[in-house]
């Protein structure tokens, strides 16, 4: 399934104010156990024939190519192509290009302490799924519905720990072959487009052209989640969708996106860290009360009131769901 990229056609002026504004707004995380400080963000679109000079940077950059082509050169020179991510250390030098189109991406300036080695990869990770990240969270950020703070800062974390994931992962994936990106951008399109339908290995794998081995040993060594995990994914994407644009009851949302009740709630809770009704008065801008302690028994019979506190704040809640995530739901 084609990405959406019309939000950045038609708003391409207003996008490097509005990248500026995102980085503001996200304080320092703690992400894998690493503090993460996002500097800037920007988004970059140049016109074919650009060659821009070897240079160095005193941060860690990472790059997420939105569209079009672009020659990056590191310690060899690789084409990159829409939905692929790459990170390199503070002050490696490096060069890039774009010869035959246009091409827009985004960069990411970061602080990680304490500082962690980027092994290059032969080639670097195809991530369609961040690409709808970042698309929909720049979305969000223009728009700013009900809690949108919250949903900007999920899914920059979400961005974040993509891009940090390089530092530790990038090294075991070994050379990914064309005919490999192919089967992940086959696999993904067509979740994307059935995720709420039953879908069986033998049905997915006759469409996307591999057996049922292959399918599931090369997409989990690919992507590092299961096909499973995906669909789960992709339906829990359609579940926060229609929280946040409907007023179907939970139960019928469930329904909808073919999984069972209790199962929908206790996966939104282990994802995203709190259940679907909450999240919906939460996108709704209702402020939440949690319990931070609960009554001592002698307090109970004498009807002391439980102590309660505020709702955590938007960076506590995205930190919270990131870290129990096994695969990051890409929330619209």
């Not at 670097?124 to 949903?151: F, I, K, Q």
């Not at 009851?249 to 860290?273: C, D, E, H, M």
Request: overall charge positive; proline content about 7%; some cysteine.
């Amino acid at each position: 399934m084609p990405i959406d990229l019309s939000f950045i056609h038609t708003h391409a002026t207003m996008l490097p104010r509005l990248c500026e504004e995102i980085s503001v707004l996200i304080p320092p995380v703690t992400l894998q156990g690493k503090k993460v400080v996002l500097c800037s963000m920007m988004y970059v679109r140049k016109s074919p024939g650009l060659v821009v000079a070897r240079e160095t940077h005193g941060s860690y950059e990472g790059h997420l190519v939105l569209e079009g082509t672009v020659e990056y050169e590191l310690d060899t020179v690789e084409t990159l192509r829409q939905g692929q991510l790459i990170l390199h250390a503070p002050h490696v030098e490096h060069g890039w290009s774009n010869p035959h189109d246009a091409v827009s991406f985004l960069v990411f300036a970061l602080r990680v302490e304490p500082s962690v080695p980027v092994r290059v990869p032969h080639h670097w990770p195809m991530r369609p799924d961040l690409v709808r990240t970042a698309v929909s969270m720049l979305v969000v950020a223009h728009e700013r519905p009900p809690g949108w703070r919250g949903a900007v800062t999920y899914k920059m974390l979400t961005l974040l720990s993509g891009l940090l994931n390089l530092t530790e992962d990038t090294g075991r994936q070994g050379r990914v072959q064309r005919d490999d990106l192919q089967l992940l951008q086959r696999v993904d399109a067509y979740i994307s487009a059935h995720g709420a339908e039953v879908i069986g290995l033998p049905t997915l794998a006759d469409n996307v052209g591999v057996s049922i081995r292959t399918l599931t040993r090369r997409y989990r060594y690919l992507a590092g989640i299961t096909v499973t995990e995906r669909i789960i994914q992709e339906r829990l994407r359609l579940a926060t969708h229609l929280l946040a644009t409907t007023t179907l009851p939970i139960s019928a949302i469930a329904k909808r996106v073919n999984l069972s009740f209790p199962f929908f709630s206790r996966q939104f809770r282990t994802l995203v860290g709190e259940s679907p009704s909450d999240y919906r008065r939460y996108l709704q801008g209702i402020p939440l009360r949690y319990t931070h302690t609960r009554r001592p028994k002698s307090q109970q019979a004498g009807g002391a009131d439980v102590s309660e506190g505020d709702a955590p704040s938007d960076v506590e809640r995205a930190q919270r769901a990131l870290e129990r995530s096994v695969c990051f739901p890409t929330i619209p």
